[in-house]
């Protein structure tokens, strides 16, 4: 009989003790997997919607301005040069290194239109782009073709027109096909057209205000991507809008701190409950192990018994802990996901991450309990019968 199976019978021989560590461990393990696949999934959704969630790139006319504000108090500016970029120079950015991290791109182009004796800013846009820039727009209505228009909730309501009324813009008769519900945000204070129809409409061929661009947010190198869309066209400034992107990204490396902390408070609980029971073990064998050292096994011998008894302990506990640990958090991140598309697919990694992490507490905690079952001396331990 060698030492593996002196471990195993022992460990059966004892099956209330073993299933405590079993136990222990196990919980200690299945949080930290729990905790690591719940916000590995949730990074990776709200990455998802960063990616397709508004613009994080404009594009502007280059322009020397000079801001007249004092004590919070706008009062007007002076720009000086100030061109529209040209359309055509906006089909370069898809020749850009990193073009596969551009989701979306939405040229616009503004002008001020008359309507009813109110002066109204008409914004031209491309709205198949602007389903992916804006994807929090709803319409009452339909997308308007040529002859059609979008206004903004205010703007319906200032000027009384509601889907399907006629309007006349600079002598244009159009139809409102659809009203945008109210965004909060001066979209809701425009007039909405396609942008060919647009720059007809305001002699503005070829030219565009400005253009959004929905860059990809996960790992995207939004500072390169502005100096290389810079690159390719000159005549505009390229600026980014990191903000938004930034504090979610912060949150969530927040939260990933927080979910590790409590990890090692978990792993350290779990090695405390291995540590006391193997040491509550140890004691209650004094009489085998001096029978162990009376009969010619070395302190080695009976040090590697108690190690490889907590080895078993601890390498069911990796497995049993990563099952447990997945199943929970595939029951409940569907109640912390927003719109129920989170998902969690097994990690090999983790899966290999949980066992060791399992199999080194489990021995480490156990060192101290072997080490002083290695130095019982045999002589005390058989008189203490």
């Given at each position: ?64 301005n000079l801001s007249l504000t004092y004590g ?171 903000q938004v992107v930034k504090s979610r990204m912060e ?135």
């Amino acid at each position: 009989m060698n030492l593996r199976d002196i471990a195993f019978k022992n460990l059966l021989r004892r099956k209330a003790k073993a299933l405590f560590v079993l136990a222990g461990l196990a919980i200690g393990v299945s949080t930290v997997v729990a905790l690591i696949s719940f916000v590995d999934a949730m990074t990776e959704n709200i990455n998802h919607k960063l990616e397709k969630y508004g613009a994080n790139i404009l594009i502007v006319p280059k322009t020397e301005n000079l801001s007249l504000t004092y004590g919070g108090l706008s009062l007007g500016g002076v720009s000086f040069e100030m061109q529209e970029i040209r359309e055509q120079d906006l089909t370069k950015i898809k020749s850009i290194k990193n073009a596969a991290n551009v989701a979306g791109l939405g040229p616009m182009v503004f002008g001020v239109v008359n309507v009813d004796d109110h002066k109204v800013l008409l914004a031209g846009i491309d709205f198949k782009a602007n389903w992916i820039l804006k994807p929090w727009w709803k319409i009452d209505g339909t997308i308007p073709g040529e002859k059609g228009v979008v206004l903004g909730s205010e703007t319906a309501a200032v000027l009384g027109l509601n889907q399907g009324s006629p309007v006349t813009i600079k002598g244009r008769q159009l139809i409102v096909s659809g009203v945008l519900k109210p965004t909060g945000s001066q979209d809701d204070q425009l007039i909405f057209m396609p942008l060919e129809t647009a720059q007809t409409v305001l002699n503005k061929e070829g030219l565009v205000s400005m253009a959004e661009v929905a860059a990809l947010c996960k790992d995207c190198p939004i500072e390169a991507m502005v100096k290389q869309i810079s690159d390719v066209v000159p005549g505009a400034k390229v600026m980014a809008i990191q903000q938004v992107v930034k504090s979610r990204m912060e949150a969530l490396a927040q939260f990933k701190k927080f979910s590790y902390g409590v990890s090692i408070v978990v792993v350290l609980v779990g090695s405390l409950v291995v540590l006391v029971t193997m040491m509550g073990s140890v004691r209650e064998r004094t009489e085998e192990i001096g029978i162990f050292r009376a009969i010619g096994f070395r302190k080695s011998h009976v040090f590697g018994i108690v190690l490889l008894e907590a080895g078993f302990i601890s390498a069911a506990a990796g497995i049993i802990g990563y099952i447990a640990g997945f199943a929970v958090t595939k029951g409940a991140i569907h109640f912390f996901s927003e719109s129920g598309g989170a998902s969690i697919h097994p990690n090999l990694e983790l899966i290999g991450g949980s066992f060791v992490l399992a199999v080194l507490v489990g021995l480490m905690a156990s060192v101290y309990p072997a080490y002083l079952a290695s130095r019982m001396d045999p002589n005390q331990a058989l008189n203490a019968i």
